[in-house]
Structures are given as C-alpha cells and as structure tokens.
C-alpha cells in the first residue's frame, strides 16, 4: 500500500489492474485503517478516472455475494448520494411507483453515509426485513415486481470500510461505486448522480457495459430530477438538457424536497406520497423519476405514456400495494 500512496501522492494514476487489485486488497483486510483512509481521501483531492472506476467496479462485483435475476430483466433506480441536499427519498418511492406499473425492480440501496437517511435506513425502520436469500428475493419480486438488496448484505467483504466512511462523513469514491456494484448486475438502468463531471465518467463506462441506461443530473445540484431546475439525462440515444416544463412538470423550490430531520420524517413522507397524500412537488418529482425509469426498462414507450403508468401506479394505489406486500415476504 505504500508505493500505492506514494503513487498517488505523487499525483499519479492507477491502472485499472491496480485500482482492481488494491480495492481487493482493503477488502481483505490487508491494510490498516490509516493507510484505507489515505487511499479513499486521496480520491477526494482529485477526479477519479474511467480506468480506476472500472476496476473499482469489477474488484467489488468479483467479491460480492450474486444474485441471478436475469430471467426479470430487472431495473435499478439508484443515485449516488453524496449531492447535500437532504431532499426525501426520491428515488426509493419512485421504485415502488415503476413496480406498480408492472416493471420489475431491483432495487440496491444502502444507509446513509453522508445523508441523513439512505434507502436502507427508511425501509429497515418501516419494517422491511433485508435479505441476501435469493429464494425470498425472487419471491419478492414475482409477487410484488420489486426487491431490495440491502448493500451490505451482499458485499461483505467491505464490511470493515463501514466505520472509517462513517467517520469521514464526506461523499467518496464508494459513493460513486454504489449504483455501478447492483449484485443481479441489472441490464436496466437509472442512475443519479452528483456533477456532470461523474455523469460524463458514467456514461464513458456505461456505454461499454452493454446496458441500457439513463443518468441523471439536475443542473442545480441533485442527483436525481429534482425538477428544482433544469437537467441533464444521458443515454444510449446520446444527451439532453430539459427543463420540467419541457415534460409537462412545475418547476419547484428546493424547501419543497426536504426530507426532514429524522428517519421517522422521512419515513411519513414515504407513506404519505404512496398514499398519494403527497404535495403537488413531491408527486410531480417521484412521477418525472418514475417515468424515466419506465422508458429506460422500456425504450419503445414514450414518455408521455410512461408519466401516464407512473401516475395510474400511484392514484391506484398499486405502489402502495408494492410497498406493503413486500412487507409480508420474508
């Protein structure tokens, strides 16, 4: 690990093979705590490149429990994290609100690390058992077209980073890995992340992955539609700036996101959108997510239709159905 910081110091860097061997490395407990945490803030001083993404990516999904879902062609709605704007969890409801609609979700989530409250954090305290039992994940998804794959449970070789994250409290590279390290490698897609910066690594990396996707940036910051401002979507069709109005959506104040002060908060704003008791920006900004994610499992639908499924998924209740039959499977 020394001629690796030093390599780095030096403001080198790494090699695919390299970024593959020394992620493999810290996930077998080969180096200590101050030499992790070296080599992760060495990442925050600089912007990571395609090759040291990638094999991030590979050394994490070559050491992660796996999960065959192929037969489901599942999609992944995730972000990032780490775009400091404790808004609710968009991305998390707007799972539920595709499941309703009939496609089947894979959806891989964590805790908070430098938000308040992560996917992991809000489902765990509504009462969704994590699993890494491909027979109960596959029961989840036939009968509710969604399931949750707690990140942890299914790399568990990372489990001593868990704390020296925690304690940085700041958005690394392990940000940037989570949506690229699904366990069922999903062939769909829906990525938010936090600067176009990473959507531009994103799509350089994703276009060689042979999966169709989506990545979304709204241009003020979020890592997801915020409808806050306009944003950037990047696709196998190439890119696009749009603004809400330009898909039939409000432009909406930041205040409007908030995901509250604490997990219960955030949890009630679960519920309450699933109810379809949501604001008007709440609704809107779960739906224009939702039906991203539609068009992306489904390139021939329009968007149109597809904001049309996501809005029938959620007055009828369907999502909310989603959400409380997975409750059930364990």
Not at 51 to 70: P, S, V, W, Y
Not at 168 to 196: A, C, D, E, R, Y
Not at 300 to 310: E, F, G, K, P, R
Request: with cysteine.
């Amino acid at each position: 690990m020394k001629e690796i910081l030093n390599h780095l110091f030096e403001g080198k860097k790494l090699t695919k093979n390299q970024a593959k061997e020394t992620l493999i490395g810290i996930a077998s407990g080969n180096y200590n705590n101050s030499q992790i945490a070296s080599f992760i803030t060495s990442f925050l001083m600089r912007s990571i490149t395609v090759d040291e993404l990638e094999g991030f990516r590979e050394a994490l999904l070559e050491l992660c429990i796996a999960i065959d879902l192929a037969d489901y062609e599942a999609i992944d709605l995730c972000g990032t994290g780490g775009d400091g704007k404790n808004a609710f969890n968009i991305s998390t409801i707007s799972s539920f609100v595709v499941a309703g609609a009939g496609v089947y979700v894979a959806k891989h989530g964590n805790y908070g690390v430098s938000s308040l409250c992560g996917s992991s954090n809000v489902l765990e305290y509504l009462g969704v058992k994590f699993t890494n039992d491909a027979s109960i994940l596959k029961k989840q998804i036939e009968k509710t077209h969604l399931c949750f794959l707690h990140a942890p449970l299914f790399h568990p070789a990372l489990k001593n980073l868990a704390p020296i994250r925690k304690e940085l409290g700041v958005k690394t590279f392990f940000n940037i890995l989570g949506p690229m390290v699904n366990p069922t490698k999903p062939k769909h897609q829906l990525v938010g992340v936090f600067s176009l910066e990473l959507l531009r690594l994103y799509t350089y990396l994703y276009q060689k992955l042979n999966k169709e996707f989506t990545i979304i940036h709204s241009l003020d910051g979020f890592d997801e539609i915020s409808l806050t401002s306009s944003f950037k979507i990047s696709t196998t069709k190439g890119e696009k700036i749009i603004h809400p109005t330009e898909i039939g959506f409000e432009q909406h104040a930041l205040e409007a996101l908030s995901g509250g002060n604490s997990i219960k908060e955030a949890a009630d704003i679960l519920v309450n959108i699933l109810d379809n008791n949501g604001t008007k920006a709440q609704n809107q900004v779960v739906l224009a997510n939702a039906a991203y994610a539609i068009c992306t499992s489904k390139p021939n639908i329009t968007l149109s239709d597809a904001v049309a499924m996501a809005q029938e998924s959620l007055r009828s209740r369907k999502a909310k159905h989603t959400f409380k039959t997975l409750l059930e499977i364990n």
